[in-house]
């Protein structure tokens, strides 16, 4: 099969495609062909492995797992001995930070991992693309103890991470102000933002609002530039 291959640490010039042997499922795993797959934000940061702390997982001289891709989606060809919950023909996506090997023709993925079968009416771009903003921006918000009405800043709000924090945010029934650029303040308000900030305006760490939370969905603030704009015991969190 046709794989994206690299066997060192670099810039997209280090990727090649090759001709590599197809995977085989074990007896708790599946075979999916790929159908797509996204080039998001951790697949940057495995291709270059940075920040260093990253090669203790990958590998700390050249990547343990030739083929990167973290996030999918495509049709399961075959199953493992022990596979109950998922059956030949089935459309499913997933993601595993810890490099998924997608940028491939097919991918083998143990049925425990961060794999589910595609929702009614996403085709195959967009399930392979909306897991891993989704992923990191629960795990932010996991973190707290949000309370409806509650008042939580978004920087970086129209990026993969957040939109999908204004999103939940929502779904949570805070009070979200947000910050993006100019065009793209109609999508974060139609996402669930009360309140919009563009930053090539204004710097929104100048807010005279307090909040409860504020994250920083895009890793590009800190605490200290931040802390002004929270209210006593306030927190803030950065997707970095």
Wanted: glycine share 10%; charged share 25%; aromatic share 10%.
């Amino acid at each position: 099969m046709k794989a994206i291959v690299y066997t060192q640490y670099g810039s997209p010039d280090v990727l090649q495609v090759q001709d590599v042997e197809k995977p085989e499922p074990k007896k708790n795993e599946i075979l999916v062909k790929v159908r797509a797959a996204s080039v998001n934000r951790t697949d940057c940061a495995n291709l270059r492995a940075k920040p260093f702390i990253m090669r203790f997982g990958l590998g700390l001289f050249k990547p343990n797992k030739r083929i990167p891709g973290t996030e999918f989606a495509g049709d399961v060809v075959k199953v493992g001995h022990d596979v109950t919950s998922f059956g030949v023909g089935d459309k499913v996506f997933g993601f595993d930070d810890s490099v998924l090997s997608s940028y491939a023709e097919y991918l083998v993925v143990q049925t425990s991992k961060g794999v589910s079968t595609m929702p009614e009416g996403f085709n195959y771009q967009q399930a392979g693309a909306c897991i891993e903003g989704a992923h990191y921006a629960y795990n932010i918000i996991n973190k707290i103890e949000l309370k409806r009405g509650q008042k939580v800043m978004v920087n970086g709000a129209s990026g993969g991470i957040g939109t999908a924090t204004v999103q939940l945010l929502k779904y949570f029934d805070a009070n979200i102000t947000a910050v993006c650029n100019t065009k793209n303040i109609e999508l974060v308000k139609s996402l669930g933002a009360a309140k919009v900030i563009d930053y090539s305006k204004e710097d929104f760490t100048k807010d005279p609002g307090k909040y409860d939370y504020v994250f920083d969905t895009v890793g590009k603030s800190t605490f200290g530039k931040c802390k002004s704009l929270l209210k006593p015991g306030g927190v803030y969190i950065s997707s970095e």
